[in-house]
């Protein structure tokens, strides 16, 4: 079965730099979540998007940003980076945000490293 | 706001032996659905189980069962036959059931290892 993707899976920038991760989700999930996961800790919800709409928002800093687009992949462009941005990003996504909507199912995360 | 607890940082026991690891939550919420995720070394974060909270019935998926006490927010995790490939480290994790709002909020995580 299909799982959700995303890309890169790795990725180093400089203080400062900007970077975009883009994730696509399983075929025919409308609702797209990403989360952050620092070393050591458990994952952080940041910001989720139901029919290319902001569905709701988490802890995600002025410096981040994210949409979702007509295909229903999602990207989220991340700039000015700090040190403490280093983490692993992951992007969930499942197949409605009506009531009783369905598990949310994780991509492979992104590591970002912020040098 | 909804908070999730797992009071063991870590497990370890032996393969084939069961395991149980804790998990508690808090909400005033009443309809909702609990998880538990397993994150191997690869991080890759892999559904174990899901329960709906309007169900009295514990969820099962083959080895893995859970213990469900929606009045005393309990949901822990039982592990049977425990084998090699189950060492990850286990994270609960509570999902309200409001439209527009249905974020994971997760526990710290229990390190669980099974021993050769």
């Known amino acids: 079965a299909a799982g959700v993707i995303q890309s890169p899976r790795h990725l180093i920038k400089e203080k400062r730099e900007t970077a975009t991760l883009k994730c696509y989700p399983i075929?025919?999930?409308?609702?797209v979540y990403w989360y952050q996961q620092g070393p050591g800790q458990d994952p952080q919800f940041l910001i989720s998007f139901y029919e290319k709409m902001q569905s709701d928002k988490g802890s995600i800093p002025d410096r981040f940003s994210a949409q979702q687009f007509s295909d229903y992949h999602s990207e989220l462009n991340m700039s000015s980076l700090e040190l403490g941005d280093s983490a692993l990003y992951f992007c969930?996504?499942?197949?409605?945000?009506?009531?009783?909507?369905?598990?949310?199912?994780f991509g492979p995360g992104t590591r970002l490293t912020v040098l | 706001a909804q908070t999730v607890t797992q009071s063991q940082p870590e497990m370890s026991v032996q393969e084939a032996e069961t395991v149980t690891l804790s998990c508690t939550y808090d909400?005033?919420?009443?309809?909702?659905?609990l998880f538990w995720y397993k994150q191997p070394p690869s991080r890759q974060m892999i559904l174990v189980i899901r329960q709906e909270a309007y169900k009295q019935q514990n969820a099962t998926e083959n080895r893995f069962s859970v213990n469900f006490q929606k009045a005393a927010k309990s949901f822990s995790l039982k592990i049977s036959d425990s084998q090699l490939g189950d060492t990850a480290m286990y994270f609960c994790?509570?999902?309200?059931?409001?439209?527009?709002?249905?974020?994971?909020?997760f526990g710290q995580g229990t390190r669980l290892t099974i021993n050769p």
């Open positions: 075929p025919r999930h409308d609702t």
């Open positions: 969930a996504s499942s197949s409605g945000v009506v009531a009783g909507s369905d598990t949310q199912y």
């Open positions: 909400t005033s919420e009443n309809n909702y659905y």
């Open positions: 994790a509570f999902m309200p059931i409001i439209q527009g709002a249905q974020k994971l909020v």
